[in-house]
DNA sequence: GAAAAAGTTAAGCAATCCCTTGACTATTGG
DNA sequence: CCAATAGTCAAGGGATTGCTTAACTTTTTC
């Protein structure tokens, strides 16, 4: 079983929160400067640089700066690694409704059972 | 505009969580009772239904006590729900992309690439 | 019916989160 | 130059988290 455990964490974190969440949404759109994407967000500058800094240590989002502007832009492959364990988590479920199925339907000879109770 | 953002501030601080993540994993294997989920979890029982609980408030488990002994479940759809919003973000990024790399692409002739522009 | 098993409740505590204010540093435009 | 712009740093405060221990209830088992 293989754990990419490590970015997971941050990664959920960062989404848990609205006014994040929406600055991904709107990165997903094009760059955006951290004074652009404070002007929807009801808080002070400082607030939104922390939370560009929480999307950044997720890897959400890399910055550069340029002059006096910082640009942020979203970074896809951490949105995709939770959705990956998002989808195992689904499918897995899946699959063990769809083994459920078999046994049910052929209720009548049960196969080798995996359960593992010593 | 539907509404479903409310939950989703939950179901991601949920999953931020690695002991809670490793519980919907068990989960996704079959049902479980808090015991069971507490075992390998390092921690005591009421730390493992605090998070049980954090988890049924997020919509992704659901639990019913039969005896004593209550039995914890997965439910999917808080789980897609996640899924659905981390997949329209990262298709919504690659759209962008593809209309970047048409722009590229037709830098030489301005075919109606601007659709949007009175 | 006493004791074990499974869970629940309550209180408390250290760490972290989210946001603010205030001061401060660069960069740019006139 | 000088002042507006864009961002940054530091400190702090109130709320929330993630755990713990201790006491308790409700089943089940012997």
Same mark, same amino acid.
Request: net charge positive.
């Given at each position: 079983m293989p754990n990419?455990?490590?970015p997971l964490d941050r990664v959920f974190h960062a989404l848990a929160d609205p006014s994040r969440r929406a600055i991904v949404e709107r990165l997903t759109a094009g760059p955006a400067s951290v004074s652009e994407?404070? /002007?929807?967000?009801?808080m002070t500058l400082p607030a939104v640089l922390?939370? #560009?800094q929480v999307?950044?240590?997720s890897g959400l #989002?890399?910055?550069?700066?340029a002059g006096r #502007?910082?640009?942020?832009r979203v970074e896809p492959a951490a949105l995709r690694a939770a959705e990956v364990w998002l989808t195992a988590r689904r499918t897995a479920?899946?699959?063990?409704?769809? /083994?459920l199925d078999d046994v049910l339907a052929g209720? &009548?000879?049960? &196969? &080798?059972t995996e359960e593992d109770r010593p």
């Open positions: 990419h455990q490590v994407l404070a /002007r929807p967000l009801r922390q939370h #560009v999307l950044e240590s #989002v890399v910055s550069e700066k #502007v910082r640009t942020c479920w899946e699959r063990r409704l769809d /083994r209720a &009548t000879e049960p &196969t &080798t």
